[in-house]
């Protein structure tokens, strides 16, 4: 039996443990996932890339395939509603004999318009799951994304099963093989489109099937904080090359960021000091802590780079205080990292959904939950010269707090952010994505 053979079934047990316990809380009898469908394009005949729902593949690693659903109950063997319709227009995935398989009880659809003689013939205590309101309106549920349970099922999914952890252990593998070949296209001096695709053909993705747009940027193109434009020209020269890119097994998300100078310059000791920043965050996650708590660590930390560097000219406490951190730093420290890239369940206090309010100092944190074990995070902390907000710090009355002519030596680099990916253990983080020796 495969690795993962050997860990789906305490999986799978662990998911049915979840339902049971939330639809006796609800007092709902069972939840009816759809895995999703194909969306036309407006005026068209083709589709968008199909996205499947992810409340869908934590059951099962079907990412590829509409118009399937799931029945759940909690006691039961789940029903699988596998669609494997007869056409010759497009490539049918066909039901294949894999792991999974004999936890379901798995019933063949060939017509996806016949789904409701295969669905419960009394859906009135069964919840829908999923995007498609109206087709499970059409179908005869009253009952649509019940808050009460959904809030259950994203509090718990912060909580990663030992399948899970290794899916995502194989993600990283496949992203470092990606910006591995990124890197070295990058000192082969290649365009941002040349060198998406090295990526790419490394990690066998399409540009669809990657958990998010990559971000492949030279130059004054890293200050942009979600660059996905992918210039086809070569620049006149090679600077500074920041890449966030991920890769998806079995659904589950990577999300990882480099950033490389060209030359041995003091932009790439620069990327050396806030490695070693990120790696100290690093060592920070542990339970019990506050995620919130080594967010602002980590911005004081950056004051204090800023500060070593030149860039400020006032220690890191009036730079925290004054805010002026933020034109430098202006995100969160990370987020979840599972099903998704921005993982649900970061802002909740309890299986209820209470919710944690950022500090307001700190609106753009993506969690603000406890750390615990077996929960996985990307730590992703950065250092941009970005135009607009440097405009507006200029402006301002903290103008004086800054070196401007050293912020000139650093702007044409665009900015700098590091990435990994870490599950949070009892005794010790595991960095995924250092373990597999990405520098």
Partial sequence: MTTFGTLYPAHVAELQHRVKTVLSRENIDGIVIHSGQEIKVFLDDYSYPFKVNPHFKHWLPLVDVPNCWLIINGQDKPVLIYYQPVDFWHKVVELEDDFWNEFF??????????????????????????SHIEVAKALGFDMINPEGTLNYLHYHRAYKTPYEQECLRQSNALA???HKAAKKAFLEGLSEFDIQQSYLKAVHHTDSETPYGNIVALNKNTSILHYTALDRDVPQAHRSFLI?????????ASDITRTYSFKRDRFAELIARMNKLMLNAVDGLKPGLSYVDLHISTYREIGNVLSEIGVINVEADVAVESGIISTFFPHGLGHHLGLQ??????FMADE????????????????SRMVEANQVFTIEPGLY????????????KHSAMVNWDIVEEYRPFGGIRIEDNIIVHQSHNENMTRDLALD
């Fill in 176 to 178: 470092v093989k990606g």
């Fill in 341 to 346: 890239t921005h993982d649900m369940g970061g």
């Fill in 352 to 367: 209820r959904g209470t919710h944690i309010n950022t500090p307001k100092e700190h609106s753009f944190l993506r969690t």
């Fill in 244 to 252: 966030d890119a991920g890769a998806n097994f079995h659904g589950y």
């Fill in 385 to 396: 010269f970005i135009s607009s907000l440097l405009t507006d710090l200029k402006q301002s």
């Fill in 105 to 130: 009880d798995i019933k063949v659809l060939s017509n996806a318009a016949d789904v409701e003689k295969l669905l419960p013939y009394d859906k009135k205590g069964y919840g829908y799951i999923g």
